[in-house]
């Protein structure tokens, strides 16, 4: 008897308008064909794929509708039993056959997979022999090449639509898949485009783009095929971006994994760069920094408890505040498998730091209590608020207070505000209208008064000053210079001459301001001092200055 075809899986905006019978009539109809796909035989199975692809079509609608919807409800038994059968199913279709369907081997069908079924012990190596096999490293290529195109686009343009999508899927290949992180790292290209971005991003998506980084770097460590050589390559060409790196290793386990994981020769060369690494730990970057967990205190109950429906409306009665609700989704972005519940769980435990839990999560460091938990726990519903009530009812009514006085001066109630000053009183511009500018120009009545004030300061001498005998000799108790004057002219002679001999030894010959101890014991230095009476310092100070300004040199020949 053929088998049907599969229907495609519903979204989320579908799902939601199916009434519950007839969605138990579609969960009862997929598990029945699921049920009896995995019951061919491998030649029977092949056959079918290769001539049905509703198999294909179903599995990546399948997978593409619940990566894509989080925060949905506990699953309830035969949902979790359809789950189960599509992972049986995608795991034989990836593994039997030898022509596998194309649509599986979808960069996007791959990425969804390993955020359903993260947790799956056969999924690793299922993508790991998918990957020898196939050589999805050729397939993958225009995935990275338009990847760092959206990256460096973001970078550019400040543009972050539709990144974070791409980045959780990312990130969950990466963690699921080894090989696709040496495929990233191939070059610099890609990491390139990371550094640039994380310096222009918000601290919620620089937490996106380190932990790509994180894993890309963790895959070159694999102990299956482990690449240290170019794992240091790419440390080396980071470090000029210090901000990455501080964050890589303030907010990640990345330098505990390399001191665990490396051996061989690299570790010589990667001693240096771990010591360095340490020390980019402690600094701050634009994300915190991990530290430990404080202490908490008893603190005393001062009578402040939290006041229920305090503003009749319930807001926070069995949900969530707005920034606590921010902080699951920053980690959900990362980990698209984990419920909502349990990361609340977690941000109890951690004391609401996102980094803390970020790292317990990559290095699988939870507690024991925490690991037992299911992951995928959603948030409870919350119930219905009860009415508003009025907190006021104790009070007795009152009227209205009344307004703020206004403010007032000297000039209220006076005559003009009482509207009773006489119109002969009040006048527009200057009082007496017969005057005019010409006029007052025109007025010589204060001449005699300016032609005082004048002749007055005619008569003053600003430069007139008292004699100052603050140097006289009997002030100063000393000896006072009373040569003539006309020194500097007597200089400005020496100084001519000594130029004219300075010049015509040059011309000469210029070494003889060279400042080797040769020169300077030589007979034309010599006679030089003798004739300019100068030190050798001054005449080769002398030298130099005049083959720094030709201009000089050119006076000086005319």
């Known amino acids: ?36 796909h995995l019951l061919l035989s491998p030649e029977s199975f092949a056959s079918k794929l290769s001539k049905d692809q509703s198999l294909p079509r179903f599995l990546f609608s399948y997978v593409e509708a619940m990566a894509g919807d989080v925060n949905h409800d506990e699953l309830d038994p035969r949902s979790k039993q359809l789950r189960r059968k599509c992972y049986l199913l995608i795991h034989r279709c990836l593994s039997e056959p030898k022509q596998k369907p194309p649509l ?84 610099s290209d890609f990491i390139d485009a990371v550094t640039t971005l994380h310096t222009h991003a918000s601290p919620p998506f620089q937490r996106k783009l380190v932990v790509i980084t994180y894993r890309c770097l963790l895959a070159l460590m694999d102990p299956s095929f482990p690449r240290f050589s170019t794992l240091l390559d790419h440390l080396y060409s980071m470090h000029s971006s210090a901000s990455l790196l501080a964050d890589l290793c303030s907010s990640t386990p990345f330098i505990q994994k390399l001191r665990e994981r490396i051996a ?67 980690i959900q972005d990362l980990f698209p498998d984990l419920g909502s519940g349990f990361i609340i769980k977690l941000l109890d435990e951690y004391g609401d730091d ?6 317990h999560l990559l290095d699988h460091s939870l507690s024991a209590h925490l690991k037992s938990l299911n992951r995928s726990e959603s948030l409870p519903q919350p119930s219905s608020p009860r009415p508003a009530t009025d907190l006021a009812r104790h009070l007795p009514p009152r009227a209205t207070p009344p307004l703020l006085p ?27 209208s017969s005057r005019t500018a010409d006029s007052v ?39 006072v210079d009373t040569a003539l004057p006309g020194g500097d002219e007597v200089d400005a002679d020496l100084r001519d001459k000594n130029e004219e001999a300075l010049f015509r030894a040059w011309k000469m010959s210029s070494e003889v301001f060279e400042r080797d101890a040769a020169t300077k014991r030589g007979k034309a230095r010599m006679a ?27 006076r000086l020949e005319a």
């Open 1 to 36: 008897m053929e088998l049907p075809p599969f229907a495609p899986f519903p979204p989320a905006n579908l799902r939601k308008d199916i009434v519950p019978e007839e969605w138990e009539l579609c969960l009862d109809a997929w598990l029945l064909l699921a049920e009896g």
């Open 104 to 187: 599986l081997l979808d960069w996007q069908f791959l990425s969804d997979v390993c955020i359903i079924y993260s947790k799956s012990p056969s999924l690793k190596p299922l993508l790991h022999g998918l990957w020898q096999a196939e050589h999805l490293d050729d397939r993958f290529k225009k995935n990275k090449a338009s990847l760092t195109r959206s990256l460096e686009a973001a970078a550019t343009n400040d543009d972050l639509s539709g990144l974070g999508a791409t980045l959780a899927r990312t990130a969950a290949l990466l963690r699921v898949c080894p090989a696709y992180g040496h495929l990233l790292l191939l070059g």
């Open 264 to 330: 061989g020769p690299e570790a010589i060369r990667a001693e240096k760069l771990i010591q360095k690494l340490s020390a980019l730990e402690g600094t701050a970057g634009p994300l915190a920094s991990r530290g430990k967990k404080k202490p908490l205190r008893n603190k005393p109950d001062k009578g402040k408890g939290k006041q229920n429906y305090q503003y009749g409306h319930g807001a926070f009665d069995g949900g969530m505040h707005v920034h606590r609700m921010s902080l699951v989704t920053q």
């Open 354 to 359: 996102t980094e803390e839990v970020t790292a």
């Open 406 to 432: 206004t403010r007032r001066n000297i000039h209220d109630n006076d005559a003009f505000d009482r509207l009773t000053i006489d119109p002969s009183q009040i006048h527009r511009g200057l009082k007496s």
């Open 441 to 479: 120009l025109q007025d010589r009545s204060s001449a005699l008064n300016k032609a005082a004030i004048l002749s007055a300061l005619a008569a003053f001498d600003s430069d007139d000053d008292e004699r100052d005998d603050t140097y006289d000799v009997g002030d100063v108790g000393g000896t």
């Open 528 to 554: 030089l001092k003798s004739e300019t009476g100068m030190t050798d310092e001054a005449i080769e100070g002398w030298g130099i200055m005049v083959g720094r300004d030709p201009r000089r040199l050119r």
